[in-house]
């Protein structure tokens, strides 16, 4: 199976952008769904953003639509998260997910569909 680690977490002010980055090795991140999920302390792990194995569908969560975006670049075996305009509310530890299918279209949302985890990476959005 892939190991994720991801990458690009850190503090910034309201209204800052940041690019996180999730880099998958082992088997062939092709053939693997990808998502974003985060926490904050004290609460569950939510769904913010997945994109299909091909990279041609993607959804994300209400709360960040229009700020954040999901891609991936399966030559360099890589997904990332575009985060713009972040609130106070974004801050939490951003984990990347990934889950093998057959599936080009498929983009799994809910927490039980992914098998696979990274460590996650701290994010706060100071006001």
């Known amino acids: 199976q892939v190991l994720l680690v991801e990458s690009g977490g850190g503090l910034v002010q309201a209204g800052d952008s940041l690019r996180l980055s999730c880099a998958a090795s082992?088997?062939?991140?092709?053939?693997?769904?990808m998502g974003w999920f985060r926490q904050a302390p004290g609460k569950e792990r939510d769904f913010v953003a997945g994109?299909?194995?091909?990279?041609?569908?993607?959804t994300s969560a209400d709360s960040v639509k229009g700020r954040f975006t999901i891609s991936r670049d399966n030559a360099k075996n890589t997904q990332y998260l575009q985060m713009n305009s972040l609130k106070p509310e974004d801050t939490a530890v951003y984990h990347c997910?990934?889950?093998?299918?057959?599936?080009?279209?498929?983009?799994?949302?809910?927490?039980?569909?992914?098998?696979?985890w990274g460590q996650g990476t701290q994010v706060t959005v100071s006001s």
């Open positions: 997910a990934a889950v093998l299918t057959y599936s080009d279209g498929w983009v799994p949302t809910e927490r039980y569909e992914y098998a696979i």
């Open positions: 994109i299909s194995r091909s990279g041609g569908s993607t």
């Open positions: 082992g088997r062939p991140f092709r053939n693997y769904a």
